[in-house]
């Protein structure tokens, strides 16, 4: 714990900065700000170098997926939804909870095997695990599908044991904040959901 406190004076400028774009952009996903992309784009894309650096391959190239979905999700949230209004908040069935949850531990056994395998990567499951836990969340995201935010929570947890061995003191704290965030976004778009159904909002 020392150790780590002690690297918290030392964060890179560029890890700082991405930092701070990441927790803008959850701020503003919590908030429904479409601004959260442009936001998301920016960090994912120095995520992306600094993943690689690590040799945490699949984290880099979570980051590179992160980009495009960060164009998706600007367009999709601007004009999706019934007649180009934008999109609102919904919910997935038990059904595709149950097979995306599938999808992501057979892709973390694949993945994580074969990157145990054949490269150097220090923590091959982990890191497959917190990739595809973070696709599917962020798929989910993009869709504004509510439960995101209870994928987000798993994950965001995840990533703290993650950054922590990996000696990012920024981005543990980042995902520290994030686990807050993810109950809070939860709960917001939840509200903002229920005041739709009831005809507050229109």
Known sequence: MDTLLGELGNWSSVEAVAAVL???YVVLAARQSIW????AILSTGIYCGIFFEL???QQALLQLFYVGLGIYGWRKWQSGGEQGKGLRVSNWR???HLSSIALIL????VTGWITSRFTQT???YLDALTAWGSVIAA???A???LENWLYWLVVDALLVVLSWRARLPATLLLYVIYVGMAIVGYFSWRKSQELRASGALG
């Open 55 to 57: 040799a945490l391959y």
């Open 94 to 96: 038990v059904s595709q």
């Open 122 to 124: 220090p923590m091959p």
């Open 36 to 39: 959260c992309w442009p936001c």
């Open 106 to 109: 057979t892709l973390t056994a």
């Open 143 to 145: 869709r504004k599908v």
């Open 22 to 24: 990441a927790v803008a």
């Open 139 to 141: 798929w989910m995201m």
